[in-house]
Each structure stands twice: as C-alpha cells, then as structure tokens.
Nanobody, 121 residues
Framework: QVQLVESGGGLVQAGGSLRLSCAASGRTFSRYAMGWFRQPPGKEREFVAAINWSSTSTYYADSVKGRFTISRDNAKNTVYLQMSSLKPEDTAIYYC??????????????WGQGTQVTVSS
C-alpha cells in the first residue's frame, strides 16, 4: 500500500513557476514508477509526466515538454513536478500516482487527492 499526498499548488500568473511535491508513505516507494496527471475543469484526467524508480526514464506530454520537469528523491519518498512558463491552459487539479509499471495511461494503482493549480492570464 502506498499513500500519496500532493502539495504546492496555488494561484500563479501566466509565465510564472510552481513546484508540486508528492509525499509517499510506505517503505517501498523506491520500487514504484511515479506519474503526474491533471484534470482541467470540465475535462478528463490527462497524463502530464512520469518517471521510473531509478530516475533513468522520464516521459512528458507534448503540451508540457520543455516547461515541466519531473524528478524524485527516493530517500525522501517524494516526487516533484517543477512547472515553469505556466499558461492559463495548465489550470487543473494535479494528481500524483504510483504503480510498479511506468506508463502514460491512468493504469496507476495509487492516487493522491490532488492539488489545485490556477494560472491567471
């Protein structure tokens, strides 16, 4: 079992930056691939970024490539999403997720409760 708690969301102006954190409980965090997803208002949840257990593989949605960076610190049981050059269309609830299998779909077994990111124009 893994429990995930996101933090770091908030209101930011377009062009600004935010760093999201996702703290995981459990001693097996380092075995899991981690993903970030988001759900814009009125839309379905979509993939943002993912990272494997050893940080040797990362994936990004085309819409965030070059602006967002996913990273993890296994010693701290935490995964991060550094978001830069934010746009109003990045406004969404952001979720972190964990699964043994790295991927870009919503197959992940464990999910956090989400953190709101709002980008004003």
């Amino acid at each position: 079992q893994v429990q995930l708690v996101e933090s770091g969301g908030g209101l930011v102006q377009a062009g600004g930056s935010l760093r999201l954190s996702c703290a995981a409980s459990g001693r097996t965090f380092s075995r899991y691939a981690m993903g970030w997803f988001r759900q814009p208002p009125g839309k379905e949840r979509e993939f943002v970024a993912a990272i494997n257990w050893s940080s040797t593989s990362t994936y990004y949605a085309d819409s965030v490539k070059g602006r967002f960076t996913i990273s993890r610190d296994n010693a701290k049981n935490t995964v991060y999403l550094q978001m830069s050059s934010l746009k109003p269309e990045d406004t969404a609830i952001y979720y972190c997720a964990a699964d043994y299998r790295l991927g870009v779909t919503t197959h992940y077994d464990y999910w956090g409760q989400g953190t709101q990111v709002t980008v004003s124009s």
